[in-house]
């Protein structure tokens, strides 16, 4: 069982940038495929970005390609999201997510664990 917590969310203008982490507990954190997804007042919870056990491959959304950036580093147990260029429609609580395992998805129903999620305002 691995347990994730999020950090880094907050206020910032049209263009800024933020940095979120996510904290895994456990020593099999390597094991997991990690992914970020994002939930906006009233939508869905949506696929982010997603990056392989080893940290090599990585995927992201056409919304937010080559903007955000998707890294981790095993021997911290962290997963990480920098956010350049943010725009209003970027404005969501930010989960952390991971999966047992090789199958890389970007489907919210394959990731069994979860954060709770930690707030990104984006201000016009």
């Known amino acids: 069982q691995v347990q994730l917590v999020e950090s880094g969310g907050g206020l910032v203008q049209t263009g800024g940038s933020l940095r979120l982490s996510c904290a895994a507990s456990?020593?099999?954190?390597?094991?997991?495929?990690m992914g970020w997804f994002r939930q906006a007042p009233g939508k869905e919870r949506e696929f982010v970005a997603r990056i392989e056990r080893g940290g090599t491959n990585t995927y992201y959304a056409d919304s937010v390609k080559g903007r955000f950036t998707i890294s981790r580093d095993n021997t911290k147990n962290t997963v990480n999201l920098q956010m350049n260029s943010l725009k209003p429609e970027d404005t969501a609580v930010y989960y952390c997510?991971?999966?047992?395992?090789?199958?890389?998805?970007?489907?919210?129903?394959?990731?069994?664990?979860w954060g709770q999620g930690t707030q990104v305002t984006v201000s016009s």
């Open positions: 456990g020593r099999t954190f390597s094991s997991y495929a």
């Open positions: 997510a991971a999966r047992w395992g090789s199958i890389y998805t970007n489907s919210v129903n394959d990731y069994p664990h």
